[in-house]
């Protein structure tokens, strides 16, 4: 399916592994498929046993498809699979078992803040595309290290930590660079987001990310929420700067041909017809 495709890219990302290919009719678990010999992979960087990246399985029994202790391992799919000890991904095969560079097992929760204006001419009007006739939003974008491409300023949701915190902090981290700032300048980054942030904006997504990184075993999920800036005097007058896992920062007009990373694009479609906007 669509929503299944980067999730099968040939080269594990980060490594110079190959997935096993999986052709369309073969991705459902359902399907049966003796000769399935996914490759095992998990980045060194996961196996170091860093604070974020759960242990391997055999000393370690993860409580699947519960909240396991602050650690929260249920899917927004529903109840997943699991096999021999091991989650099974919801969506399919993926040529590769392990968990890549993920460091959970089964369901690796982000959230993905979508900052949104409309574009406006040196004069303030909003700007019409030039076929569609409809006003184009922009968007708040950063351009990851990792990849390079093009992607929402979104990260992983910390153990006990509430979506709506995630959403904020993240953007402050990777499009504003709060790491870095003082603590006083930190404070001024958060007096300025904290009104558009503490709206309840519009939930885009919720489920299933078709993210390159994810394997048989694990993947991302996330919580896609939209902040829209109507008047443009809010997030709009501020100083973007790329910070933590971005490479670059930018306004970026919300566009069907645009590229993404992972299923951003369809994020942004999903914006584009709530708001009534070009794309
Ligand atoms: C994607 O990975 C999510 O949609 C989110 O944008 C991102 C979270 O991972 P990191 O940015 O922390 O690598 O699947
Ligand atoms: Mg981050
Ligand atoms: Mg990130």
């Known amino acids: 399916s669509a929503m299944h495709t980067k999730a099968r890219c040939p080269v594990y990302p980060g490594s110079s592994t190959n997935r096993f290919p999986v052709p369309d009719d073969k ?5 049966d498929w003796p000769e399935y010999s996914p490759v095992n992979y998990t980045a060194p960087s996961v196996l170091k046993n860093p604070v974020w990246a759960d242990p391997e399985i055999g000393s370690f029994s993860p409580q699947f498809n ?21 989650p099974l991904n919801p969506r399919g095969r993926t040529g590769l078992n392990g968990r890549g560079l993920l460091g959970r097992w089964g369901p690796n929760h982000a959230a993905d803040p979508i900052v949104t204006r409309w574009k406006r001419d040196c004069s303030g009007q909003h700007v019409s595309h030039a076929l569609s006739k409809l006003p184009v939003l922009q968007f708040v974008s950063i351009k990851r290290k990792d990849c390079g491409e093009w992607a929402i300023p979104g990260g992983m949701v910390d153990p006990g930590e509430l979506v709506s ?3 904020q902090r993240e953007f402050s981290e ?8 003082s603590a006083e300048e930190r404070e001024k980054i958060r007096e300025r987001i904290t009104k558009l942030f503490s709206s309840p904006g519009f939930q885009v997504y919720k489920g299933y990310v078709d993210d390159p990184r994810n394997t048989d075993n694990s993947w991302m999920e996330t919580v896609a929420v939209n902040f829209h800036d109507e008047t ?8 973007l700067q790329a910070g933590d896992d971005a490479g670059q920062v930018s306004w970026i007009d919300v566009d069907s041909s645009q590229p993404l990373y992972a299923s951003h694009s369809h994020f942004l479609q999903t914006v584009a017809k709530e708001r009534n906007a070009h794309w």
């Open 27 to 31: 991705v459902s678990w359902a399907t």
């Open 66 to 86: 519960s909240l396991d202790g602050s650690v929260d391992r249920k899917s927004h799919e529903g109840k997943y699979t699991v096999k021999d000890g091991r």
């Open 165 to 167: 915190l995630t959403l």
């Open 174 to 181: 990777e499009a504003l660079n709060s790491l870095e700032a």
């Open 232 to 239: 443009g005097d809010s997030v709009s007058e501020l100083p």
